[in-house]
């Protein structure tokens, strides 16, 4: 049995993604989850940064999903003051917020294309600009990234940088869904019945 921050599971699958996790934590290198919604992409994300050597320091989260195009660029590098109507002061972005530890990109896949080009420079140059400026931030971050979205059909169909994907996808950890390691499913309910049973004061 093998347990990891909330991940249950001891089918040979998640065993599988368990042992990867143990063994990309420690480097530095860049990876990939995928896995369909609900699979807990977040939590290996979270497995792996406090796994590794980076765990004393943040852990910041973007769903490239959730936030309009309009907001993500300046949300990711953040702004100087002036550089739009409305930006008042100047703000950090999650990547100077992240510095020194991890960055977890969730839904890579609605990251818009001149955010890619972007993205690209900081995984290569590790320097990023921010909106309304023309100095380069040195910034040093790990990047982890997820998806749920077929992303070799979005490079074909020309929504997803193929240099970005292949420097986002040095290690990829595919998580399988549950319909997929039904020998789990006692296990995830023994978990939350106690988990619930306590929460509630009940046996």
Known sequence: RHRIEGIIGESGQMLEVLSLVRRVAPSEATVLIRGESGTGKELIAKAIHFASPRASGPLVKVNCAALPETLLESELFGHEKGAFTGAVTSRQGRFELANGGTLFLDEIGDLPLHLQ?????????????????SRAVKVNV???????????????????????????????ILIP????????????????????????GKT
């Open 177 to 200: 869904p549950l319909r997929e390691r039904r020998s789990d499913l006692s296990l995830m309910i023994d978990h939350f019945l106690r988990r619930f049973a306590e929460k509630n």
């Open 117 to 133: 080009a972007k993205l690209l420079r900081v995984l290569q140059e590790r320097e990023y600009e921010k909106v309304g400026s």
């Open 142 to 172: 790990r990047i982890l990234a997820a998806s749920h979205r077929p992303l070799e059909a979005l490079i074909k169909a020309g929504q997803l940088r193929e240099d970005l994907y292949y420097r986002l996808n040095v290690v990829t």
